[in-house]
Structures are given as structure tokens and as C-alpha cells.
């Protein structure tokens, strides 16, 4: 897989967990902003890229929610991921007061 496949699969899975987001919430707009995302890439040992697949789920969170989309982040390579998935995306969100 190329680092461009890579990265089109971080912002797959990125769309994947702001879905789950909006299940559980009811809507983004409810999202006041981010505190991290975790990405996790499947690679072989010799594979140093990792920033540059998980930017592409960084850069796809600026593009949704702007100024809200500031988070830490981290980016590891792994020897396998769940069900055989190229990339996992993990969030924690802050969520605005529904009441």
C-alpha cells in the first residue's frame, strides 16, 4: 500500500469515528473540539511513516470543524490490526452541554 492509500484510509477511519460520534451525540455540532487522536497503522518494521498516513485523518478533522479541529496526537505502526484494517483511528472529543 502507498503512504496516498494510507491516507485515504485515516480519513475513512476518521469519518468512521465522527459517525460514531454523531450516533451517540445526535449531531456534531455538539462537538466543541478535540484533545487527541490516536492512529495506529499497520506496517512492516521497516516502515518510518506513520505521521505522514495519519495526517491524512489531522488534516480531513481541520477541514470538518476549522479552529475546533486542535488536538495532540500520536501515530504508531503496528504488526497487525483488528480484522485486518490498514488503520485505526481513535478521538477523544469534547462535547459541548446538551441541556
Not at 500500500?1 to 450516533?23: F, K, P, S, W, Y
Not at 479552529?67 to 481513535?90: Q, T, W
Request: glycine share 12%.
Amino acid at each position: 500500500m502507498t503512504i496516498e492509500q494510507g491516507r485515504d484510509c485515516a480519513r475513512c477511519a476518521l469519518l468512521n469515528a465522527l459517525a460514531q460520534v454523531e450516533a451517540i451525540c445526535g449531531s456534531l455540532d455538539l462537538v466543541e473540539g478535540f484533545v487527541r487522536l490516536g492512529g495506529y497503522v499497520a506496517a512492516t518494521p521497516d516502515f518510518t511513516q506513520h505521521g505522514k498516513v495519519i495526517d491524512g485523518a489531522s488534516e480531513l478533522l481541520r477541514d470538518i470543524f476549522g479552529d475546533r479541529a486542535a488536538h495532540a496526537r500520536v501515530a504508531m505502526g503496528m504488526a497487525s490490526l483488528p480484522r485486518g484494517v490498514p488503520v485505526e483511528i481513535e478521538l477523544t472529543v469534547i462535547l459541548r452541554d446538551n441541556g
